[in-house]
């Protein structure tokens, strides 16, 4: 059994063959993929994956870092809104992005004190994304921290000192994505000293395929390429990268 805690499926991309994409899911063993949300438009193409397949898609509610702009407020507001007559598994994705948006900091940060309220007040997971700037990140995550916090540090790409800085707030886990297969990334070495109890598998379809398929659309049957190079790390049974990721993804995300 396989878990995919962070794909997009339900973007345009995916449209002509989405049922063909759920087969090969399901072909694989997937048999839990969490939608974190990107922006208002998002919100009904997620739902309506999940409502497609209720017990393989789980939606969640936030607001992608990059889409933060002087609005903000106005699109979290409608997102309260959905989040008083749905269900979700996780607020997100929200964070801090450097790489894209680097304008508009004060805004994110504002964004993701938001998000960090309705984690606490909701008692769902936190997803969060972080590109360059991990550091900016942990400052707030930090000051925020108690029992009532949890959550994953998705597409996790930190060095040890990072790593270890997450493992330090002992309710967060590092989302391992696509990236690890690349030649040029040191993911493998820095999680030698990652309890493998910490870590969850993700995809980020249709985003950062794993190799073979570097250059080409991500989707979540990939799972088991992913937890492959697990094993390179772990020096353990591709079954029990399974159990055990599936174990953490559930504690988590309460299912």
């Not at 409608?78 to 749905?86: C, I, K, L, T």
């Not at 079954?239 to 174990?247: L, Y």
Request: aromatic share 10%; with cysteine.
């Amino acid at each position: 059994m396989w878990i995919d805690t962070h794909s997009h499926l339900y973007l345009e991309v995916f449209q002509t063959d989405i049922d063909q994409v759920i087969q090969r899911c399901i072909d694989n063993n997937v048999t839990h993929i969490f939608l974190p949300n990107i922006n208002i438009e998002s919100i009904q193409p997620m739902m309506e994956l999940h409502g497609k397949n209720p017990n393989l898609f789980f939606p969640m509610m936030g607001l992608h870092p990059c889409d933060v702009s002087k609005d903000f407020e106005v699109h979290l507001e409608h997102m309260e809104q959905w989040m008083a007559s749905n269900q979700f598994f996780g607020i997100g994705e929200t964070g801090l992005d450097l790489f894209w948006e680097k304008k508009h900091l004060d805004l994110q940060i504002l964004s993701l004190k938001r998000h960090i309220q309705w984690a606490k007040k909701f008692d769902k997971p936190l997803i969060l994304h972080a590109r360059d700037s991990f550091d900016e990140l942990l400052e707030v995550i930090e000051s925020e921290m108690n029992e009532h916090l949890f959550g994953i540090f998705h597409c996790f790409t930190g060095n040890a000192q990072i790593a270890e800085r997450i493992l330090d707030l002992k309710q967060f886990a590092l989302g391992i994505g696509g990236v690890i297969s690349y030649p040029k990334s040191d993911l493998k070495n820095t999680l030698q000293k990652v309890p493998l109890e910490k870590i969850v598998l993700e995809t980020d379809s249709p985003f950062l395929p794993p190799t073979p398929y570097r250059g080409k659309r991500n989707e979540s049957s990939y799972i088991p390429l992913i937890a492959e190079h697990l094993v390179d790390v772990y020096r353990l049974p591709l079954t029990e990268i399974a159990e055990t990721t599936s174990i953490t993804a559930k504690s988590i995300f309460k299912i």
